[in-house]
């Protein structure tokens, strides 16, 4: 007997809010085991830095191709196959034995976490048609997503204290399995009837692209900037990039269809993607270093110091809703995203204090905290809806591809800016101490959260040194993500001024496309 419609979308809504909060957690809770890696699986500072990026960088590889794939052979069904290949690589990740195998088991966790994220974008519009109910299933979505993504230290720490390292990964197997029973009787079934065969070419070309620039990032200050290998594989990495916006504007039906950027919304939504992405999330992964070194928390204190920056991300989207609705995302995205740069530049202050400590810090993360979930809802739903359905895998491919490379580059970005301002930090605080290697050495590890390097300077310097890192890269976050707000904000305001599409795939004006 069919399920009712509305028990239906119920029971997919679930499902696909298991599939986001799976692929939050596998970007958050990972970090709380890093130091863990460095000691049990010989890791040093840029092996636990590409167990980061080898995830993110693996979604960017297969976000557009989804898409194109979902399109075609259905949304339904590549969102199972992806559930099923996430629980697998979750397996393999879990039962890694070194770094090398957890690496390449990460890259290919999210190589699943990419495709199934863009399926559960594209389901949801499609599932629900109607504005208001999309609205709302996009705000229970950002809920879910947003537990995953804000609660994953504390998540990752209490694993890491009760069950160990490797269940981090070993939970989505059970997870994957009940998503799949879930989605296999509710979600229903939708494809783009016009979608094309695969585009390779772009496909290929971006990927590399994308890893080239983050492995330059990466790996620029051991190797500087004169090395041939580091200059070969920039040169390459631009000339892809290159190949790859010819490739696209090329082809008749393209995987990454330029002329949607011509639809005001959607350029400003994806502004919004860029900005969460250049700052909150990136400073995820190195904000519970502060707090247990900087400020000197155990893992308990800092995971609950961790719910100011990550709690609003719960309570909050609703709001950004009621905002956008009522006030059009064209307002409401650039708002988030300068609330969010406005937090950063409170923490940046707070850490200044002669005696920083959760009083000078947590304001800002606040206020930080409370910009994502004011953005988050409001830039998915505009992205959507400012496009045919028929095209939502194709829209959906680019909002997440924007917040992945974003956040790929960043992370690598943040973590080079960290790292100087350590090893700037502890040339100050220690002047005895000569040997640039060995300083660097040191400030890898105390940006890595190991105890050991700790232990090799003295407290008040570390402490010191570190505050001036986190300090520049705040900074960077804070000023950056208002950049990008302005953009967002001018992008709106085109499409305000104009009342008129250049796209021939544009759709008439709506509440949530805030045209």
């Known amino acids: 007997m069919p399920l ?6 119920a029971i997919a809504l679930i499902a696909v809010c298991l599939g986001a909060l799976m692929f939050g957690l596998e970007i958050t809770s990972v970090p709380a085991i890093l130091p ?41 069904r590549v969102f199972l196959v992806s559930i099923a ?22 890259f290919l966790q999210g190589m699943a976490g990419g495709a199934l994220l863009i399926c559960t974008v594209a389901i949801l519009s499609h599932q629900f048609p109607d504005g208001v109910a999309r609205s709302r299933a996009f705000a229970v979505w950002g809920v879910v997503a947003g537990i995953g993504l804000g609660f994953g230290p504390v998540i990752g720490g209490a694993i890491l204290t009760w069950l160990g390292w490797q269940w981090v990964f070993l939970i989505h197997v059970p997870l994957a399995l009940l998503a799949i029973g879930l989605a296999w009787g509710a979600v229903t079934e939708s494809r783009d009837p016009e979608a094309k065969r695969l585009d390779m070419a772009g496909i290929v070309t971006l990927s590399l692209a994308v890893f080239g620039f983050t492995w330059c990032i990466t790996q620029g200050p051991a190797r500087g900037l004169g090395d041939p290998v580091m200059l070969a594989i920039l040169a390459g990495a631009a000339v892809c990039l290159a190949l790859f916006l010819v490739a696209e504007t090329r082809q008749a039906h393209p995987m990454f269809d330029f002329s949607v950027f011509r639809i005001p919304a959607f350029s400003g939504a994806i502004f919004g993607c860029m900005g969460m992405n250049f700052s909150y999330w990136p400073l995820m992964i190195y904000l519970p270093i502060y707090f247990q070194i900087g400020l000197g928390y155990d893992s308990v204190t800092a995971g609950l110091s961790l719910l100011a920056y990550t709690l609003p991300t719960l309570v909050v989207p609703p709001v950004g809703e009621r905002l956008a609705l009522r006030y059009g995302p064209g307002r409401t995205i650039p708002f988030g995203l300068f609330t969010i740069g406005l937090g950063f530049l409170a923490m940046a202050i707070g850490t200044m204090g002669a005696s920083p400590g959760w009083i000078t810090v947590l304001p800002g993360a606040l206020i930080a905290g409370i910009g994502i979930a004011l953005t988050n809802t409001p830039v998915t739903n505009t992205t959507t809806a400012a496009v045919p359905a028929s095209r939502a895998g194709m829209a959906s491919g680019i909002d997440i591809s924007a917040r992945l490379i974003t956040l790929a580059i960043n992370i690598a970005l943040m973590g080079v800016l960290l790292v100087e301002g350590i090893v700037a930090g502890l040339k100050r605080a220690m002047p005895a101490e000569s040997d640039p290697a060995g300083l660097r050495a040191l400030a890898e590890g105390i940006a890595a959260g190991n105890a050991g390097a700790l232990e090799a300077g003295t407290g008040a310097a570390v402490q010191t040194a570190l505050a001036q890192g986190f300090r520049l890269i705040m900074l960077y976050g804070g000023l950056g993500v208002w950049l990008l707000a302005g953009l967002s904000f001018l992008a709106f305001r085109a499409g305000a001024a104009g009342r008129t599409s250049l796209s021939p795939c544009a759709v008439p004006a709506s509440p949530q496309s805030g045209a």
Request: aromatic share 8%; hydrophobic share 45%.
């Open 4 to 9: 009712p419609d509305a028990r239906r979308n």
């Open 36 to 76: 863990t890696l460095e000691r049990l699986l010989h890791g040093d500072f840029t092996s636990l830095q590409w167990v980061m990026n080898a995830y993110t960088i693996a979604c960017t590889t297969v976000l557009m191709a989804t898409g194109t794939l979902a399109d075609r052979f259905g949304r339904k």
């Open 85 to 106: 290949a996430f629980g697998i690589t979750s397996l393999v990740c879990g039962l890694a034995a070194d770094m090398t195998i957890l690496i390449v088991g990460r």
